[in-house]
């Protein structure tokens, strides 16, 4: 059965530095997977989505992905933190054609 | 930018009372879904809608819950009787897969249950 694990529940950076939030999946197969955002009293937002064609992901918001199949990650990166990116990261695998296993989150804390 | 639009976003309702969820989905989608995040949980999968029924439900949706579509635009989750363990945020998506493969979210609804 298709599952993300996210690595981490927490992560804490400072504004101007990378961000790097890990997720691991199990798949029997080629899987799609997604990140999503949520930011405080809001909906679930598509940063992006890999479905099998180029490996690095880009995303809006200047995040991207790398799905490494050897690795079965799909890690979610950024460059440079900004403030408005404090919110909680889920990564998620599409099993079969309909339903999405999220992973259990990772909320995102930007310092000045 | 189209969206997936939900009502209430807020409501409180007694155990044991019928609570009926609105969405409409964004307008040339036809996969409809129900998700929740019980509060400190994983979002999880309700029930997924296609050509006017159930096309797959998780073992969460039990026959205390329906969803409907009863017109063209609404997209309608219905808890019968309502207990303590559904409070939880419900999200409604949509999804249109002639161009690609994404699944598009509303901003939630947020049950609590007395």
């Known amino acids: 059965a298709q599952s993300v694990t996210q690595l981490d529940s927490h992560v804490s950076v400072s504004e101007g530095t990378p961000v790097l939030l890990r997720c691991n999946y199990s798949?029997?197969?080629?899987?799609?997977l997604f990140w999503y955002v949520q930011h405080p009293n809001k909906g679930l937002q598509l940063l992006l989505k890999?479905?099998?064609?180029?490996?690095l992901v880009k995303g809006i918001n200047g995040f991207e992905a790398e799905f490494k199949k050897s690795e079965t990650s799909f890690h979610l990166t950024k460059p440079s933190a900004h403030m408005s990116d404090a919110a909680e990261y889920f990564c998620?695998?599409?099993?079969?054609?309909?339903?999405?296993?999220f992973g259990a989150g990772t909320i995102l804390r930007v310092k000045s | 930018e189209p969206e997936v639009t939900q009502t209430p976003s807020h409501q409180v309702t007694q155990m044991g009372q019928e609570v009926i969820l609105r969405c409409v989905p964004i307008?040339?989608?036809?996969?409809f879904y129900w998700y929740r995040q019980i509060l400190g949980q994983k979002v999880e999968f309700l029930v997924s809608?296609?050509?006017?029924?159930?096309?797959?439900k998780s073992e969460i949706f039990d026959d205390q819950f329906s969803v409907e579509r009863p017109d063209g635009s609404n997209f309608t989750l219905k808890i019968r009787s309502t207990k303590l363990e559904d409070s939880a945020m419900y999200f409604c998506?949509?999804?249109?897969?002639?161009?690609?493969?994404?699944?598009?979210f509303g901003e939630g609804s947020w049950l609590t249950v007395v």
């Open positions: 809608f296609y050509n006017n029924e159930i096309s797959e």
């Open positions: 890999y479905t099998s064609a180029a490996t």
């Open positions: 307008s040339n989608h036809l996969y």
């Open positions: 798949s029997s197969y080629s899987p799609s």
């Open positions: 998620v695998v599409r099993r079969g054609g309909n339903k999405l296993v």
């Open positions: 998506a949509s999804e249109d897969r002639s161009s690609g493969n994404t699944i598009y």
